[in-house]
Nanobody
Framework: QVQLVESGGGLVQAGGSLRLSCGASGRTFSSHAMGWFRQAPGKEREFVAAISWSGGRTYYADSVKGRFTISRDNAKNTVYLQMNSLKPEDTAVYYC??????????????????WGQGTQVTVSS
């Protein structure tokens, strides 16, 4: 069982930055790929970024490439999402997720086994 808790969301002006954190319970965190997804009102949950178990591979949605950076600290059981140059269209609830079967990471929502409760990010224009 893996429990995930996101933090760091909030209200920011367009062009600003936020850093999301996701703390994980359990001794096996370092063997799991991790991902960030987001869901805006009235829209489906969508992939944002993913990172392999070691941090050696990262993946990004085209909409955030060059602006967002995913990273992890296995010693702290934490994965981060640094978000720069934020746009109003980035407004959503952001979720972190753990993929316990595929350590390389995945774009696909269905690959992830455990989810956090989400943190709201609101970008004003």
């Amino acid at each position: 069982q893996v429990q995930l808790v996101e933090s760091g969301g909030g209200l920011v002006q367009a062009g600003g930055s936020l850093r999301l954190s996701c703390g994980a319970s359990g001794r096996t965190f370092s063997s799991h790929a991790m991902g960030w997804f987001r869901q805006a009102p009235g829209k489906e949950r969508e992939f944002v970024a993913a990172i392999s178990w070691s941090g050696g591979r990262t993946y990004y949605a085209d909409s955030v490439k060059g602006r967002f950076t995913i990273s992890r600290d296995n010693a702290k059981n934490t994965v981060y999402l640094q978000m720069n140059s934020l746009k109003p269209e980035d407004t959503a609830v952001y979720y972190c997720a753990a993929d316990v079967l595929r350590p390389g990471g995945s774009y696909y929502l269905g690959s992830y086994d455990y989810w956090g409760q989400g943190t709201q990010v609101t970008v004003s224009s």
